[in-house]
């Protein structure tokens, strides 16, 4: 009975552990958690595993006191009383009956969890420093921009919404995030999401423009940015589209060269580090 007893509470308070206290962590993790989980279901979920802790906790001290209760009972002049192993065989069963019945309740609960839990190791590890957010439609070359300005490894394929989380990179103490791709709508998907949560937290936004694409798509892409932090335009693919009459940055050592001032000041100014 204890045994069985110490294990569920274990198992249980390891699950709780897994969770960060969401009250606690950075509002953009609070923000990307609502994003990438069901995030009330979520808390829900915890909650239930909660209860069933302090369930499973109660009813191993109901039983233990009840087992002692019955082993005094049950002994005369020091020596056990026929039949006590085997009522106390059947006071365990009740107890694991108990304990089960408890535990099937949050049968739906476990899972979720799992799936939940998965969903947040996939978010990155945010640095306090200088954060650069690449943005755009998708396909319009933010994972190969930051794998130029970075020693970071983005899969690119030749196909859109190839990235579905957020990717990281640095360089010159240089925060940069590579985001899923955008498209100027009112109701971003769960990905796109994840996109607008870094660029609200970002310190600049490099708006990563595709001479390929439709123009009035990404001239809406560029109004929104400017609605949320400082901008920095970034032409991709001039190597397919020299003649583009798009204005902005071109190459990633240009692009490089006009973000360093721009975080100096920033550092100066609001105190955000640039990392050593």
């Known amino acids: 009975l204890e045994a069985v007893g110490k294990y569920v509470d274990q198992y249980l308070g ?7 206290k969401f009250d606690d962590i950075d509002e953009i993790y609070r923000e990307l958690a609502t994003a990438v989980t069901d995030y009330p279901h979520m808390r829900k979920s915890l909650g239930a595993v909660d209860w069933s802790k302090r369930k499973s906790h109660h009813l191993r001290l109901q039983y233990r006191a009840f087992m002692r209760r019955m082993s005094k009972k049950q002994t005369h002049f020091g020596k056990t009383v026929p039949g006590t192993h085997d009522a106390q065989q059947e006071v365990t069963r009740k ?3 108990r304990l089960c019945s408890v ?3 949050i049968d739906e609960n476990l899972v979720s969890l799992e799936v939940a839990r998965k969903a947040l190791r996939r978010l990155p590890e945010l640095k306090n420093a200088f954060t650069v957010v690449l943005f755009g439609m998708p396909n319009a070359g933010k994972s190969t921009l930051l794998g130029k300005l970075t020693t970071a490894t983005p899969e690119v394929q030749p196909y859109a919404f190839t990235t579905k989380s957020l990717n ?6 240089i925060q940069f995030i590579d985001t899923p791709g955008v498209l100027s709508r009112d109701h971003a998907n769960d990905i796109e999401l994840q996109a607008e949560i870094a660029a609200k937290h970002a310190d600049l936004i490099c708006l990563v423009l595709d001479p390929s694409m439709d123009d009035a798509e990404q001239k809406r892409l560029l109004v929104r940015a400017k609605s949320i932090a400082q901008v920095l ?3 991709s693919k001039t190597d397919l589209y020299p003649d583009t009459p798009i204005d902005g940055v071109r190459s990633p050592e240009e692009l490089l060269a006009a973000i360093q001032p721009i ?6 100014v609001k105190g955000k580090p640039i990392l050593s």
Request: charged share 15%; aromatic share 14%.
């Open 14 to 20: 390891d699950i709780l552990d897994a969770f960060p």
């Open 168 to 173: 990281l990179g640095y360089v010159h103490g």
């Open 263 to 268: 975080a100096a000041e920033h550092v100066s």
């Open 233 to 235: 335009v970034y032409v």
């Open 95 to 97: 107890y694991q009956g």
């Open 103 to 105: 535990l099937k309740q």
